[in-house]
């Protein structure tokens, strides 16, 4: 036998132990705690979303599920874990619809959106709302409206961090409508929730489901809706679309995705997990009442989204040269 012979038996045995243990591992898992990365601070909607599957992922899955928060950068220090992790299945991030804004908000994110992550499941999308406290005199979107047109760059909006959908959503109803406001950015969900409910920022846009309490007691006043159609539970506010902003929508989304390279039977299986999660009556409930619909997509729809958002949202952060922290 020649050394070049030998050398090419002992490969094919290494390829052959090294399929037989990839092919074991995916059969196996899982067999250990999964830990799902939570990129926002803690109270926000990523991660009241995680805690509801938490549970019923663990009875499902058989293993401890950890929910590991860690902010920063508009969720991308957590995704940025997430894509360097072992793609072995037992770690994956939930991301927000900051995640198709980032590539082009941080032109040197630690990792490629589009080739270090796989896609498990777009969970839901959901409706962003205009708000202002109630100690302040806004009643309609229009108030704010003449108010900004009135002084400009007084009037303070806040959302839940640079390159959000909601800062780039209001700077582009400030270019069609010709008013300058000012954003302020806070560092997720939780901290807005805290200013805004607090009356420190007079008005504000977000997610549906962190308002949904504040709403109940009267604190904070809907003004508007950035969905296509009037939000059932919202009936009396309208849409921006309806105040003239013709072709108008942006959505918030919230998904699940895991390192580049995971074995595609643990991705099918992940997903399939989550979507049975998704169909219990009372994650159901809870959902609606957040105001999150439920998309419960592939991994190949969650992949071409995802694409779609980053191309347009990159559009508006280039044109208005949008920055971090901005």
């Not at 303070?156 to 909601?166: M, N, R, W």
């Not at 009556?281 to 969650?302: H, K, N």
Request: charged share 15%; with cysteine; aromatic share 8%.
């Amino acid at each position: 036998m020649t050394f070049k012979r030998l050398i090419q038996l002992v490969a094919f045995d290494v390829a052959c132990f090294l399929f037989a243990t990839s092919v074991m591992a995916q059969s196996n898992w899982p067999n250990q705690p999964i830990k799902i990365i939570n990129p926002f601070p803690t109270g926000g909607t990523v991660d009241q979303i995680s805690r509801l599957l938490q549970p019923h992922l663990q009875q499902a899955l058989g293993q401890p599920i950890v929910i590991d928060s860690r902010s920063g950068a508009s969720g991308s220090i957590g995704t940025a874990m997430a894509a360097k992790a072992a793609p072995d299945g037992y770690t994956w991030v939930m991301v927000f619809d900051t995640h198709g804004v980032n590539p082009s908000l941080y032109p040197n994110l630690p990792f490629d959106t589009l080739k270090d992550l796989a896609p498990v499941m777009q969970i839901g999308t959901g409706s962003m709302v205009v708000t202002a406290h109630a100690s302040t005199p806004y009643k309609s979107f229009n108030d704010v409206v003449q108010a900004a047109k009135k002084s400009p760059g007084t009037i303070g909006y806040g959302t839940i961090g640079s390159g959000s959908i909601a800062h780039l959503a209001m700077t582009y109803l400030g270019n069609a409508l010709k008013v300058d406001w000012t954003h302020i950015p806070y560092k997720g969900g939780g901290p807005l929730a805290t200013d805004g409910v607090a009356g420190h920022v007079p008005v504000t846009m977000a997610t549906y489901a962190l308002w949904v309490p504040h709403f109940t007691s009267g604190r904070l006043r809907p003004l508007a809706v950035t969905s296509p159609k009037r939000m059932p539970e919202l009936p009396d506010v309208p849409t921006l679309q309806e105040l003239g902003i013709d072709g108008f929508e942006a959505q918030a989304y919230w998904g699940m995705l895991g390192p580049a390279g995971i074995p595609a039977p643990i991705v099918s299986r992940m997903n399939a997990e989550v979507a049975k999660v998704l169909k219990i009556p009372a994650v159901q409930e809870r959902l609606t009442q957040m105001g999150v619909v439920v998309t419960s997509s592939s991994p190949a729809e969650f992949d071409r989204f995802i694409r779609s958002e980053v191309d347009k949202w990159g559009k508006v952060v280039r044109e208005n040269n949008i920055k971090a922290g901005q």
